[in-house]
């Protein structure tokens, strides 16, 4: 009596399916219903076929006789159940899995925590068909492996997508393993295996575009610290001196900052100093307390809106403090190591080596960060010099001008400093092959060497270009620096400016005693009331001439400059309109070191400081204030004047007898160069653009040839390789 209505009950069971089925093919053949249930996507296709063309109605039978013999009973459990080890144990492992357990470690210390993207690939491949069909019954999906039905009606969706998605071709041997799942073979295709194995390397294959698992952005936008974020980038950054258009990046970071990246949990207890290394970390304390930017947000906003920006390494900017520093920490740290590994090491041995390290790492981070207030600070007065220039234009365009007006111009005009920034290029050989291809013949051949000087002026926003080649002096010295200087200063400069303030690498043809005695010789005749040398730190000196050196290079580098007078108009088209390219000759290089040395003393300890203010002290006198940096400290007053030279004294009149071309100071090209450059003159170049002073063809005496006697060296080096051949014959 129990049994019948269990086996009705059965019955009724194992006919619902099958009823549904039938309803929904019929609501679909009348046009109410999408898609069939449970049925692909080719087989609707083929009941539409079968209503239209009564042919096929046999096919519809046979579908329908299949769909009843299906039975309650199904196979999901065998099928499933022996991967539900395998979905379950698809955890998160190494450094991620650390972390998320040290961030509930109070609460649940032994969680596991999903791969949840893993899975999702898992599902994706196994459940559903190619269609985005169910190839198990849902419950039994949910029941064995654990998944939510919304999860599973998610994941149907993308793979119904992907089903939809574009396909674009491949070659075979570009396609990772992990896309072989979104292959598509062709139709006629039986097995896929042997087809695959049969392609060749270059054969193209469809792929279907992969997946996306994650839609949508996060609950948590920053977007209101992002032009915050980007202010401090571009605050915090200078230009490398790369060309524009350069795969690497154009700006590095601060030199303080080492990483972007702000500290981990297991890094709280590290000095405050190491962690405002970081760029996240530093942002941050900008902001509110409550309020913070993750590592991942600033990396995207960086990728997006700053992608030339990066940390600056240490290879591109070396320092010598630098790399002392981070020599000595390294050893240190490596000493107290090994003495811990021994076991056996001397304790207080230990603490010493420790604290020697960390005492070089302070050490270190101070210098970074001078380096960064420093740069800082030349910015600042820049900016602040063109402010001002740009005020004086203002108050001297005035038509109507008022009384006030004509004192606030005179006050700003006597409190202005004009600040420039100057410094070498790289020099420059010709001819230069840079659009077309170099003779092979002339690679090796010596060349005429050009030296160019950089003067970014920051309150007139122009820039000067000195050009002058070894014929006029052989190579970069303290004379080229200042008589280029000298030429600017008084064909450049408005004559109302009272001060100056130049910055300049440490280079020695920058910072030497005689650029000093030059700028007490134009305070000392009343030229300019002060002016001030700064020298940035070594190899820190990442500042504006880099980048107008690097537009010229690159310009040379694609272009042909066979003589000077191409160099000279490369570089005013290139710098134009805010710039001038001006050539100077050896009559217009002064012989500086032996005119200023006869009135001033030199100038020790020079390498000690990097600010020289040169003015009048309390007695009137001329004299120089130094000190070790260029925005902080105490100065140190030195006089430079000659005890038997008058003050009085004007060397600026012997100038014509201390050039270079009277002087007979101008160097002297080598027979060998010159030959060299009549090879190149006769053979390669046009010879209307052969220079004047290199001498006709055939008249440069050539070098005899080479005696036809064969060098013992050739003949000795003959008979070794024929021993050689012996051995390895006899070895055979």
């Known amino acids: 009596?129990?049994?019948?209505?269990?086996?009705?009950?059965?019955?009724?069971?194992?006919?619902?399916?099958?009823?549904?089925?039938?309803?929904?093919?019929?609501?679909?053949?009348?046009?109410?219903?999408?898609?069939?249930?449970?049925?692909?996507?080719?087989?609707?296709?083929?009941?539409?076929?079968?209503?239209?063309?009564?042919?096929?109605?046999?096919?519809?039978?046979?579908?329908?006789?299949?769909?009843?013999?299906?039975?309650?009973?199904?196979?999901?459990?065998?099928?499933?159940?022996?991967?539900?080890?395998?979905?379950?144990?698809?955890?998160?492992?190494?450094?991620?899995?650390?972390?998320r357990a040290s961030i509930q470690e109070p609460k649940k210390p032994h969680k596991k925590y999903r791969n949840i993207n893993k899975q999702n690939e898992w599902l994706l491949e196994n459940v559903f068909d190619v269609y985005g069909n169910y190839l198990f019954c849902v419950s039994c999906i949910t029941k064995i492996l654990d998944v939510h039905s919304s999860r599973l009606r998610r994941l149907r969706e993308i793979k119904r997508e992907q089903a939809n998605a574009p396909i674009r071709q491949m070659r075979k041997k570009d396609i990772l393993k992990e896309r072989a799942r979104d292959i598509i073979p062709p139709e006629n295709i039986t097995n896929v295996l042997d087809w695959w194995v049969s392609l060749d390397n270059n054969s193209l294959v469809d792929l279907r575009e992969p997946p996306k698992l994650h839609h949508g952005s996060s609950n948590n936008s920053k977007k209101k610290f992002l032009s915050i974020f980007l202010d401090f980038v571009d605050t915090n950054s200078q230009p490398n001196g790369r060309q524009v258009g350069s795969h690497g990046p154009l700006f590095f970071f601060c030199p303080k900052f080492d990483r972007i990246n702000a500290p981990s949990k297991s890094e709280v207890d590290k000095p405050d100093q190491w962690k405002r290394r970081s760029l996240v970390y530093e942002f941050n304390h900008t902001l509110d307390v409550s309020e913070s930017i993750s590592n991942g947000t600033a990396k995207s906003w960086l990728k997006l809106y700053r992608p030339k920006h990066a940390i600056s390494p240490q290879q591109t900017d070396y320092c010598v403090i630098c790399a002392e520093c981070q020599e000595q920490k390294r050893r240190a740290e490596t000493t107290c190591n090994r003495l811990q590994q021994n076991g056996n090491g001397d304790e207080e041995r230990m603490r010493e080596c420790q604290t020697l390290a960390e005492s070089y790492g302070l050490l270190l981070e101070e210098h970074r960060m001078e380096a960064d207030r420093e740069l800082r600070y030349y910015r600042q007065q820049a900016n602040k010099s063109r402010s001002s220039y740009l005020r004086i234009q203002e108050l001297q365009d005035k038509k109507l001008r008022t009384k006030e007006d004509n004192l606030l111009l005179q006050k700003i005009i006597k409190d202005t400093t004009f600040t420039l920034s100057l410094d070498f290029q790289q020099s420059k050989l010709t001819p230069h092959w840079g659009y077309t291809a170099q003779p092979g013949e002339t690679y090796y051949l010596r060349k005429l060497s050009h030296n160019i000087f950089g003067i970014i002026n920051h309150a007139l926003a122009r820039n000067a270009v000195y050009v002058s080649d070894e014929l006029a002096c052989a190579a970069k010295n303290g004379d080229l620096t200042i008589s280029f200087l000298d030429h600017y200063l008084h064909q450049k400069i408005p004559s109302w400016v009272r001060h100056l303030c130049f910055y300049m690498d440490n280079g020695a043809t920058n910072k030497n005693q005689y650029m000093v005695q030059y700028g007490m010789e134009l305070v000392q005749h009343n030229h300019f009331e002060t002016i001030k040398l700064c020298f940035l730190v070594a190899g820190h000196a990442k500042f504006d001439p880099d980048r107008l050196f690097s537009r010229i290079a690159n310009a040379f580098n694609n272009n042909d400059v066979f003589v000077t007078e191409q160099l000279l108009t490369l570089i005013q088209n290139t710098i134009k309109p805010t710039g001038d390219c001006i050539h100077i000759t050896n009559?217009?290089?002064?012989?500086?070191?032996?005119?200023?040395?006869?009135?001033?003393?030199?100038?020790?300890?020079?390498?000690?400081?990097?600010?020289?203010?040169?003015?009048?002290?309390?007695?009137?006198?001329?004299?120089?204030?130094?000190?070790?940096?260029?925005?902080?400290?105490?100065?140190?007053?030195?006089?430079?004047?000659?005890?038997?030279v008058a003050a009085s004294l004007d060397i600026r009149k012997q100038l014509k007898k201390y050039s270079y071309l009277v002087k007979g100071m101008s160097p002297k090209l080598s027979d060998e160069k010159i030959q060299d450059l009549c090879k190149m003159f006769d053979n390669c170049i046009d010879p209307e653009l052969r220079p004047e002073w290199l001498p006709v063809p055939q008249s440069v005496t050539m070098k005899s040839p080479a005696t036809t006697g064969e060098p013992p060296s050739a003949m000795l080096a003959r008979r070794h390789r024929e021993e050689l051949k012996k051995t390895k014959r006899k070895m055979t």
């Open 1 to 99: 009596m129990n049994r019948k209505p269990k086996k009705e009950t059965d019955t009724n069971k194992q006919t619902y399916r099958i009823k549904r089925m039938v309803e929904s093919v019929d609501r679909f053949l009348n046009g109410k219903a999408r898609r069939p249930y449970s049925l692909r996507e080719d087989i609707s296709r083929g009941l539409k076929d079968a209503q239209i063309n009564p042919c096929l109605n046999n096919a519809v039978q046979d579908i329908d006789n299949m769909s009843k013999e299906v039975t309650s009973s199904c196979v999901c459990k065998e099928s499933i159940g022996k991967f539900e080890d395998m979905f379950n144990n698809m955890l998160h492992t190494g450094q991620s899995l650390i972390h």
């Open 587 to 644: 009559n217009e290089i002064i012989y500086w070191k032996g005119l200023l040395a006869n009135k001033y003393k030199p100038l020790e300890d020079i390498k000690k400081y990097r600010e020289f203010l040169i003015k009048r002290d309390d007695d009137g006198k001329v004299a120089v204030f130094q000190r070790k940096c260029c925005y902080e400290g105490d100065s140190v007053h030195k006089v430079l004047l000659k005890e038997k």
